[in-house]
């Protein structure tokens, strides 16, 4: 079963099943349904939509972004591990 989660203008998206757990998809903009690019470059670390041009969020160094990211999967990989998550996705 797919989940997802808004947060800051972005769409977390990821699968959710009893064989694999949770298994982080993809981020979209929630104000156009295209993808968000993660931009390492030199003087901008953003999350960025390819669609409309978006930027989101910007961060100092690239680990800060990683670990935005990463909190926000965690959200998604607690609720796939959540009753009442599983209990929905079996009816």
């Known amino acids: 079963m797919k989940i997802s989660r808004d947060a800051d203008g972005l769409r977390f998206i990821g699968?959710?099943?009893?064989?694999?757990?949770?298994?982080?998809?993809?981020?979209?903009c929630v104000h156009c349904g295209c993808r968000i690019d993660p931009h390492g470059e030199v003087r901008d670390i953003s999350l960025t939509c390819t669609g409309c041009g978006i930027k989101f969020k910007s961060f100092?160094?690239?680990?800060d972004m990683h670990v935005y990211l990463a909190e926000h999967w965690s959200h998604l990989r607690w609720a796939c591990t959540h009753r009442t998550v599983a209990a929905h996705g079996s009816s």
């Open 60 to 63: 100092w160094a690239e680990a």
């Open 15 to 28: 699968e959710c099943t009893p064989e694999t757990g949770f298994v982080a998809s993809d981020v979209l």
